[in-house]
Structure formats: structure tokens, C-alpha cells
T-cell receptor
Framework: GAGVSQSPSNKVTEKGKDVELRCDPISGHTALYWYRQSLGQGLEFLIYFQGNSAPDKSGLPSDRFSAERTGGSVSTLTIQRTQQEDSAVYLC???????????FGEGSRLTVL | SQQGEEDPQALSIQEGENATMNCSYKTSINNLQWYRQNSGRGLVHLILIRSNEREKHSGRLRVTLDTSKKSSSLLITASRAADTASYFCATNTGTASKLTFGTGTRLQVTL
């Protein structure tokens, strides 16, 4: 596609349920990032992929959070046993290491009731 | 932890005025980038300045970088109502390393 695509755009779930968020990066982009943004706040780094490997997953808040990337393309971020504090917009971005510039998706807004 | 801190947190100006936002960071960088975010949307890349550059221009945008002070500024000249958005600086400490974002400046441009 022309840009980074994220789904779902909105997700409302009950506390304790698992959720999966998907990111489809720009074709050919080897770098893929997940960030989290709470209302009115800055971006909190979660995890970075280069190809299918994750050289930096230092931002994942707890072991309830995991992410994978397959085929050097699509990535899924999974949150198990969701908590209310997980409510935020989850942003995905892709890019190439040489340029440094990132292209962002529109985000997945997660609300945990 | 945040690598970059923007100043001011919020800025309100009238259309036609210039807007200046500052960013300070803590560690040595490979490059510094500025992004814009409209309310409820993803971020859009504005400009990238490398550590060996001191100033860069793109249309109405002017970015400066002072590595000795670990700071950068973004100047938007002749602002328009459509410039209303949040602006974030982001630093990259090396190739294939993560991009760390600052806390952002909310700019409001009124008619």
C-alpha cells in the first residue's frame, strides 16, 4: 500500500481480555517501530524491529506485551490480560535505517473498560 | 525515559507571526528530526538534521542544531491556522537504533 496501515483503528475491550494490533508497513521498509501515546502525551517507545528480529524491545512495559514480525513485513502487537492503564493509542511506524525518517500509521486506539 | 524535552509545552500565536519551539536532549546523536501531529492522527515527518549540520531549511521551516548545547530549535515563519498541531523532536543515536521522541509542543495559531 501507499502508507503504513494499522488495524483496528479503534478497539474497546474488557479488562482481562487479550488484544492483537496489526501493522502493515510500507513495502520495502526494513525497520518497524511500535510506540504508545497516552492522551495529550508524548510517544513512549515500545519495540523496534529490523527485519524479523527485534534488537531493542526495552520499551515493552511488562511481560503481558509481546510483538512479532513475520516475513519482514506485517507486525502484530499482542497485549494479554489487558488492564485499564493499557488504554492508549498504539502507533506503528516504518522506515529504512539509512534515511532515518519514519512514516507513521494513523494508530490503533485501545480502550480497556 | 524521554531523550528530548520540548519547550514551551504550549504556544499560542496569531496567524502571520513566527513560532519557535526548542528541544533539548541528553546524549550524543546521529541525527535529530522534527515531526508534526494533528489531533487524533499519526505523525508526519517534517525535517531531519544531521549531527554535522547546523541549520536546515524547508519551505517555511527552519531548524537549527547546537550539539555543544545538545539543543535544537524549530522556527515556523508566517504561521497559518493550518499549522495548529503538536510538534515533536526525535533523536537517533546511530544507524539502526531507535528514534526517541520528546514530550511535544502544542501550537495553536489563531486567526
Amino acid at each position: 500500500g501507499a502508507g503504513v496501515s494499522q488495524s483496528p483503528s479503534n478497539k474497546v475491550t474488557e479488562k482481562g481480555k487479550d488484544v492483537e494490533l496489526r501493522c502493515d508497513p510500507i513495502s520495502g521498509h526494513t525497520a518497524l517501530y511500535w510506540y504508545r501515546q497516552s492522551l495529550g502525551q508524548g510517544l513512549e517507545f515500545l519495540i523496534y524491529f529490523q527485519g524479523n528480529s527485534a534488537p531493542d524491545k526495552s520499551g515493552l512495559p511488562s511481560d503481558r506485551f509481546s510483538a512479532e514480525r513475520t516475513g519482514g513485513s506485517v507486525s502484530t502487537l499482542t497485549i494479554q490480560r489487558t488492564q485499564q492503564e493499557d488504554s492508549a493509542v498504539y502507533l506503528c511506524a516504518s522506515g529504512t535505517p539509512n534515511t532515518g525518517e519514519l512514516f507513521f500509521g494513523e494508530g490503533s486506539r485501545l480502550t480497556v473498560l | 525515559s524521554q531523550q528530548g524535552e520540548e519547550d514551551p509545552q504550549a504556544l499560542s500565536i496569531q496567524e502571520g507571526e513566527n513560532a519557535t519551539m526548542n528541544c533539548s536532549y541528553k546524549t550524543s546523536i546521529n541525527n535529530l528530526q522534527w515531526y508534526r501531529q494533528n489531533s487524533g492522527r499519526g505523525l508526519v515527518h517534517l525535517i531531519l538534521i544531521r549531527s554535522n549540520e547546523r541549520e536546515k531549511h524547508s519551505g517555511r521551516l527552519r531548524v537549527t542544531l547546537d550539539t555543544s548545547k545538545k539543543s535544537s530549535s524549530l522556527l515556523i515563519t508566517a504561521s497559518r491556522a493550518a499549522d495548529t498541531a503538536s510538534y515533536f523532536c526525535a533523536t537517533n543515536t546511530g544507524t539502526a537504533s531507535k528514534l526517541t521522541f520528546g514530550t511535544g509542543t502544542r501550537l495553536q495559531v489563531t486567526l
